[in-house]
DNA sequence: GCCAACGTTGGC
DNA sequence: GCCAACGTTGGC
């Protein structure tokens, strides 16, 4: 078992969207950096993850997903109508995945980018290292314990 | 809206 | 392989 952090705008798709989605699950697309793709790979069913709310008046932390489907190929590369379309993806080895995740659960408020910056135990996080913008990243088990007990 | 910190692209 | 230009991310 694993454990994940992934980035999310809120105005784009929220926490509470995952949650009001069919099976409370989504195909997590659009991924189009390649450490962020090569983590999604590494990921197996049942890990867990942090949903990060970026980009928006209270960044941080703001609910847990767990991993449903292991990596397979990201349609939206392939469709010129959409936003992430890849025209140098070729479909025998497509470039992009994603992983499905579905709703664990909101936390009742989220934990604060700040908070998570200031606090000690977290140590080498990945998310609070210097010039990250990684919309995916691994968090370590001590990482996962020391931020569930903030909430 | 600003800007620092990246990743990617493409000419050479 | 280098590196300048460009685009994107994301906090503030």
Redesign the pocket.
Known sequence: MAYWLM?SEPDTFSIDDLAKRPRKTTAWDGVR???ARNYMRQMKRGDEVLFYH??CDN?GVAGIAQVVREAYPDATQFDPDDSHFDP?SDPEDPRWDVVDIKFVKKLPEVIS??ALKANAKLGDFALTR??????VLPVTAPQWRAILKMA
């Open positions: 980035k950096n390649y450490q970026s980009s960044v140098k980018l700040e210097r010039g990250n913008r990684l919309s």
